[in-house]
């Protein structure tokens, strides 16, 4: 259990908030083990036939807390001890459909999660962002396969290597959301959808979901791939560089890294 992850489990639909809204909800390691914990049992509770992550209003999430970035940074060696590294893996094995409903930024994690959700909603706030290279590390979650499978190689790549941060219109227009709302809406549109599929036969559902899923045959090759290498430069100087000028809010100089 988490205090930052609110759950709510009504009919069927299985809702994880992030609630950590002083630190734009930020992801900390107790955080990804709730999430975690949360999404194993319900994969194996016939009572939850959906599952819904949503934010605030006015944030997703800001992905994962730099402090604890740097303080405990993820070890590929540890695998599944590593929480968020599980939390990645509960959400590619999860076999019911999840939802998103994306409000405000959606930044590392938070945009990279939504490549194994099912359903995406977003406010007209949306703002997504892999700032993976900017942060001295790489991308994860399997993003370096899903995403440009998704939106092709070259826009794939823009995403990843620039790490810019894009909006909802350019995200429903790539395929990464399904549908804008205001705001205000998003949550109780993502709950009406998930209402409707807690509705239809769970076996079907998971079945259509297995068919799809089943053309990504090394997603779990590449995710630990990717684990490997963020693993080595996240304790790389190229990553220690942009932690320290997040720091103290400075411009990062990478000319030696
Ligand atoms: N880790 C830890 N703390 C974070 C955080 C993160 N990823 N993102 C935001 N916060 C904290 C800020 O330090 C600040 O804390 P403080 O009030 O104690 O100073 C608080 O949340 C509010 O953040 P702020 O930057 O003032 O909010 P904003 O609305 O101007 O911007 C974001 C929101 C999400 C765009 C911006 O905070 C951001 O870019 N955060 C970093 C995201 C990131 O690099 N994540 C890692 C991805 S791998």
Redesign the pocket.
Known sequence: MSEHILQNRENGVLTLTFNRV??????LGEMYTALSDALEQAAQDDAIRVAVFQGSV??F?????????LQNPPDADKGRDVPVFRFLEALRVFPKPMIAAVC??A????TTMLLHCDLIYAGDNA?F????V??G?CP?AGSSLLLQNLVGYHRAAEKLMLGE?FYAEEALDMGLVNRILPPHEVNGYAQAQAAKLAAKPASSLRITKALMKQHQPTLSAVMLEEGRYFSELIRGPAAKEAMSA?MEKRRPDFSKC
């Open positions: 002083d630190k734009k909800n930020a992801l006015e944030v999430t800001a992905g994962n807390d730099l402090i604890d970035f405000g930024p930044v590392g994690v938070g703002a962002s892999m700032p993976f900017n942060l590390v994860e941060a997040i």
